[in-house]
């Protein structure tokens, strides 16, 4: 069983920053891909990156050159560095990995951008 714990998020300004921590228990962190997602009010989950095991990284479009995904495997954490932020990157955000098709989640962490 993997359980994740997320922190970091919080209200910030158009043109701010945050920094998300995702947290995993277990031992078994450094064989999996991890991803960063995120739900805003009333639309779908939406993947925001992943970063392979070996440490390649992936972006949607719309993060691209804002936000950094990385992670220290020493410590069983993934990072989500969050810069320029927009209101539009308004949403709950999530830590995820698959393990043997199984999906496991943390439970979130807001982030609002406002004014």
């Known amino acids: 069983q993997v359980q994740f714990v997320e922190s970091g998020g919080g209200l910030v300004q158009p043109g701010g920053s945050l920094r998300l921590s995702c947290v995993a228990s277990g031992s078994i962190f450094s064989f999996y891909a991890m991803g960063w997602y995120r739900q805003a009010p009333g639309k779908q989950r939406e993947l925001v990156a992943i970063?392979?095991?070996?440490?390649?990284?992936n972006y949607a479009d719309s993060v691209k050159g804002r936000f950094t995904i990385s992670r220290d495997n020493a410590k069983n954490t993934v990072y989500l560095q969050m810069n320029n932020l927009k209101p539009e990157d308004t949403a709950v955000y999530y830590c995820n990995t698959v393990i043997m098709g199984d999906a496991y989640w943390g439970q979130g962490t807001q982030v609002t951008v406002s004014s």
């Open positions: 970063i392979a095991r070996a440490g390649n990284t």
